[in-house]
C-alpha cells in the first residue's frame, strides 16, 4: 500500500472513530435535555453523565486529530477547504465551544441549569449538521476556483441542493440512532430497567428514518454526482450490502430485546461499512475535482515521519484507551453507579 | 491602518491565542501543582493538602474544558485564515502539530481517569501516580506546539523553490535554534503563572478574614511554587536574550530601542519615543545590554538599523518587554519576600500589605505572560515564517472575516464570563471547611 492510501485510509478511520464516539456524545446530550424537559430525567440523566464525564475531551481529540492529521497529509486540502470554509467552519467550532464549555459547566459547575443543557442539546443536533457540509462539499459543486486561484464558497447552491439537505438528515438521524443503541447497551449494563426501556424505544424509533435518509443520499447522490454514485454502485455495492445486513441484525437483538452489546457492534459495524464505501468509492478524489489523494499528498519524507509518529502514538493511546474503558465501561460497579 | 484580510486576520489569530494561551498555560502549570499538592498530601497524611488537591482539580476541569474548545479554534484558524500558509509550511510542521495532539490526547484520558478515580484505589500512590501522565501529557503538547512556533521564527530543514517546500528533515524543523530557549520559557512561565495565580486566590481568600490551617498552608505552597518557577522563568528569560541576540538580533533590538551595532550595548528601561525618533524618559543601565546578550560587559550587539527598513518589527514592542520584565522581577521579589519572612518567627508574613501584594501578583503574571507573547509574535513581524514568507502573503482572500472576528469575539466574551462566574460559584457553594468536614470528618481540623 503507498503512503497517501495509507495516510487517507489513517484519517478515515478516525474520522469514523470521530463519528462514533462523538454520535454518543451529541446524541446523548440531546436526550439528556429531551429526558429533563419531559421531566424524566431522573430515569437516565444520571446514567448519560456517568458515562459522559470522563470521555467527553477524548472524544473532541479525535476530530483534532482528523483535522492536523488532514493537513499533515494533504496540504493542498488546507488551502481550498480553509479558504472556501471559513463561515461553515467558524460556525461549527462556535458550536463546538459553546457545547464543550456548557457541558463542563453544566456538570461540574455550581449547578445544573436548564438553560445549559439546553444549548448542549441543541448543538448536539447542529453540529453534526454543520460538519456534515464538509463532507457535503468534497463532493464537488459548491466551490467556484477562479483563474487566480482564488476559492469562493456557493452557499446558495449548498442552501438549495437536495444533495446537502438529505446528507443533514442522514446525519442527524444516525446520532440518534447510534446514541440510543449505545445508551440502550450502557443501561442494560447497569441494570437499569427503565432507562433501558426509554432509550430502547428511541433506538427502534430511530432506526427506520437512518435507512430511509441513507437511501435518499444515496438517490441524490446519483444526481450530484454520477461519477461517484456508479463507482458505489459497481464496485462498493457488497460494502452497502454488508452494512444493511448489520443493520437489520441489530435491530432484531434490540427488537426481541438481548443480547445490546452484539447489537451495538452490529450498529458499529453497518456505519463501518457504510462509511468505508462510501470513502473508498470517493477515491482518488478528497475534493471533487480539484484535490486528489495521488497529486496533493505531502513530500514522502513527512508522510513517512507522520505514519511512524502515527504507530507509536497508538502504542501509547491504544493500552490507554483500553485502561480507560475497563475504568469505566467495563467495570460493572461503576456503571451501575456504586463507584465514584 | 486598513481593515482588509490580512489585518483582520491578524486580529482573529490575535484574540483567539490571547484568549487561549490563558486556559493553555493553567493547563499546562495546574497539573503540576494539583500533582505537588496531592503528594504532600499523601506523603504527609495531612488533609488539607488533599483537599487542596481535589479543589484546584475540580476548578481545573472547567478551564480544562475552556482550552480544548478554544485550542480547536485556533487548530482550525490555521487552516481557515492563513491557507497559503499552511499549504506551503503544513509540509513542514505537520509531524509537531500531530504530536502535539497525541500529547493532548494522552493527558485527556489520563486526566478522565484522575477526575473520577479519587476513592477507587486501595493504595493512595496509585491515584497520584495517574498526575505523571497528565503533566507528561500537558507539557509534552506545550513542547511539540511551541517547537512549530520556534519554527516560524527560525525556520530550518527544508528549501523552498518556487513557492514549493523540498528537501524536507521534519526532525530538523523540529529542533531548530529557536527550540530551547523558547521552550523553556513557555513551559517555566507556564508554571509560575499557573503558581502566582493559585497564590493570589488563596490570598485574597485570607484577606477575607479566611485565615484556618488549609488557606495558611496553601499559601505558603503556592508562594513557595511561585518563587522557585519564578527564579527558573528569569533564567529561562537570560536564555532567551542570549539566543536573540545571536539569531534574531532584529527582535532583540527593537524591543531594547537599540539603533546602532556597538559592543557595550546600555540597556534601556521603560521611556518613549519622541516624534523624531528619540529616546526620553528612559533609564539607561549602561553594558547591560552587551551583558544580556552575551555574558560580557564589551559583547556587540547588533542594532536594528542592519535590518532593511521593511522588515523590521514595530517599536512599541520595547513596553512589552519593560511589562515583561518588570512583572517578573516584582512578583520574584514579592514571592521571596514572603518565604524569608515566614522562615523569621518573629516576623508576620501574613501582613496586610504582603497579601495584597500577592494577590497582585497572580493578574499581573497574566498580564506578563500575554505581554511576553506579544513581545515574541509581533516580534517577527512582517514575516510569519521568518525570512521566507511575509505575513500579507499568507493571510486568505475570504471577505468573510470581519463577521467571523465578531462572531468570535462574542463567543470568547460570554466563554470568558462564564467561566469566572462559575468558578466563583463553584467555590463559593462548597467552602473549604465545610468539605474538609464532610471528606475527612476525623481529623480535619486539628492535623
Known amino acids: 500500500m503507498n503512503l497517501e492510501l495509507l495516510g487517507i485510509t489513517v484519517l478515515w478511520t478516525f474520522l469514523y472513530g470521530y463519528l462514533i464516539v462523538s454520535s454518543i456524545d451529541f446524541g446523548a446530550g440531546f436526550f439528556a435535555f429531551y429526558a429533563r424537559w419531559k421531566k424524566k430525567d431522573h430515569i437516565m440523566n444520571d446514567l448519560i453523565s456517568r458515562y459522559l464525564s470522563p470521555v467527553w475531551e477524548v472524544t473532541n481529540v479525535f476530530f483534532v486529530f482528523f483535522f492536523v492529521g488532514i493537513v499533515g497529509f494533504f496540504p493542498a486540502t488546507a488551502y481550498y477547504f480553509g479558504t472556501a470554509l471559513l463561515i461553515p467552519a467558524s460556525v461549527a467550532i462556535i458550536l463546538l465551544a459553546i457545547r464543550g464549555s456548557f457541558y463542563a459547566f453544566n456538570n461540574y459547575g455550581s449547578r445544573e441549569s436548564m438553560l445549559y443543557l439546553f444549548l448542549y442539546g441543541a448543538t448536539g443536533l447542529l453540529i453534526p449538521a454543520s460538519l456534515s457540509t464538509v463532507l457535503t462539499i468534497s463532493e464537488g459543486g459548491f466551490l467556484a476556483v477562479s483563474t487566480d486561484d482564488k476559492v469562493t464558497f456557493l452557499a446558495k447552491e449548498l442552501f438549495t441542493s437536495p444533495f446537502s439537505w438529505s ?87 434490540i427488537y426481541t430485546g438481548k443480547r445490546y452489546g452484539t447489537a451495538f457492534i452490529m450498529v458499529m459495524m453497518q456505519f463501518f461499512f457504510a462509511f468505508f464505501g462510501y470513502g473508498a468509492s470517493h477515491l482518488p478524489y478528497i475534493l471533487y475535482p480539484y484535490i486528489t489523494v495521488h497529486e496533493s ?44 | 491602518m486598513e481593515l482588509d484580510s490580512v489585518m483582520l486576520s491578524r486580529m482573529l489569530t490575535t484574540m483567539t491565542l490571547m484568549f487561549h494561551i490563558i486556559f493553555a498555560m493553567i493547563g ?33 476541569t472547567i478551564t480544562v474544558a475552556v482550552g480544548v474548545v478554544t485550542g480547536t479554534a485556533i487548530g482550525l484558524q490555521l487552516s481557515l485564515l492563513w491557507p497559503s500558509f499552511m499549504e506551503v509550511a503544513g509540509q513542514i510542521i505537520a509531524l509537531p502539530l500531530f504530536m502535539e495532539t497525541f500529547a493532548f490526547f494522552f493527558e485527556a484520558i489520563f486526566l478522565g481517569i484522575y477526575l473520577y478515580t479519587w476513592d477507587r484505589f486501595k493504595g493512595k500512590w496509585t491515584h497520584w501516580l495517574l498526575t505523571i501522565p497528565i503533566m507528561i501529557g500537558s507539557s509534552a503538547s506545550a513542547l511539540f506546539i511551541t517547537t512549530v512556533n520556534a519554527f516560524m521564527n527560525t525556520p530550518q530543514g527544508f528549501d523552498l523553490k518556487e513557492g514549493q ?28 503563572t499557573s503558581a502566582a495565580l493559585l497564590a493570589a486566590i488563596v490570598a485574597f481568600a485570607i484577606l477575607k478574614g479566611k485565615r484556618g490551617q488549609y488557606e495558611q498552608k496553601a499559601l505558603r505552597l503556592t508562594v513557595t511554587c511561585a518563587l522557585v518557577f519564578s527564579v527558573l522563568t528569569a533564567i529561562a528569560g537570560d536564555v532567551s536574550a542570549k539566543f536573540l541576540a545571536e539569531v534574531q538580533p532584529e527582535k532583540l533590538a527593537a524591543a531594547e530601542w537599540h539603533f546602532e551595532t556597538e559592543e557595550g550595548a546600555d540597556i534601556i528601561f521603560f521611556g518613549t519615543l519622541n516624534e523624531d525618533g528619540e529616546i526620553e524618559n ?166
Open chain 2, 282 to 447: 528612559e533609564i539607561r543601565v549602561p553594558k547591560l545590554l552587551s551583558f544580556l546578550a552575551g555574558n560580557s560587559f564589551d559583547t556587540e550587539v547588533i542594532g536594528l538599523n542592519e535590518t532593511p527598513e521593511d522588515e523590521r518589527p514595530p517599536l512599541w514592542i520595547h513596553y512589552m518587554f519593560d511589562i515583561m520584565v518588570s512583572i517578573g522581577m516584582f512578583v520574584m521579589a514579592i514571592t521571596a519576600l514572603f518565604v524569608i519572612m515566614s522562615k523569621v518567627k518573629k516576623w508576620n508574613e501574613l501582613n496586610k500589605p504582603l497579601l495584597w501584594a500577592i494577590v497582585a501578583s497572580g493578574p499581573l503574571s497574566l498580564i506578563a505572560y500575554e505581554a511576553g507573547w506579544i513581545l515574541a509574535e509581533v516580534g517577527r513581524q512582517p514575516w510569519i515564517l521568518r525570512g521566507y514568507m511575509k505575513v500579507a502573503e499568507a493571510a486568505t482572500r475570504s471577505d468573510d472575516v470581519g463577521i467571523t472576528f465578531i462572531m468570535f469575539a462574542l463567543l470568547y466574551l460570554v466563554l470568558g464570563v462564564m467561566t469566572v462566574i462559575v468558578l466563583i460559584k463553584m467555590f463559593k457553594n462548597s467552602p473549604a471547611e465545610a468539605e474538609l468536614e464532610k471528606r475527612f470528618p476525623d481529623g480535619g481540623g486539628s492535623a
Open chain 1, 167 to 253: 446528507v443533514v438528515l442522514l446525519s442527524i438521524v444516525s446520532v440518534l440512532y447510534i446514541s440510543a443503541t449505545f445508551l440502550t447497551y450502557y443501561a442494560d449494563r447497569a441494570n437499569d430497567r427503565q432507562a433501558r426501556r426509554t432509550i430502547r424505544q428511541f433506538a427502534l424509533f430511530w432506526s427506520m428514518p437512518t435507512i430511509v435518509a441513507s437511501l435518499l443520499v444515496f438517490i441524490s447522490l446519483q444526481m450530484h454526482n454520477p461519477e461517484h454514485y456508479n463507482k458505489a454502485v459497481t464496485e462498493y455495492w457488497w460494502m452497502f450490502g454488508l452494512s444493511l445486513l448489520c443493520f437489520g441484525i441489530a435491530s432484531w437483538f
Open chain 1, 297 to 340: 499528498v505531502t513530500n514522502e519524507t513527512m508522510a513517512l515521519a507522520l505514519v511512524i509518529a502515527f504507530i507509536l502514538g497508538l502504542l501509547l493511546l491504544i493500552p490507554s484507551l483500553i485502561l480507560l474503558m475497563r475504568l469505566f465501561l467495563f467495570d460493572a460497579d461503576y456503571v451501575k453507579g456504586k463507584k465514584k
Open chain 2, 165 to 192: 517546500a523540498i528537501n524536507i528533515d521534519p526532525i530538523a524543523a523540529m529542533l531548530n535554534p529557536a527550540t530551547p530557549s523558547k521552550v523553556f520559557h513557555v513551559v517555566s512561565t507556564s508554571y509560575m
Open chain 2, 28 to 60: 499546562v502549570g495546574v497539573p503540576v501543582m494539583i500533582a505537588i499538592a496531592e503528594f504532600i498530601g499523601i506523603r504527609k497524611n495531612d488533609p488539607h493538602y488533599l483537599l487542596l488537591a481535589r479543589r484546584w482539580a475540580r476548578g481545573f
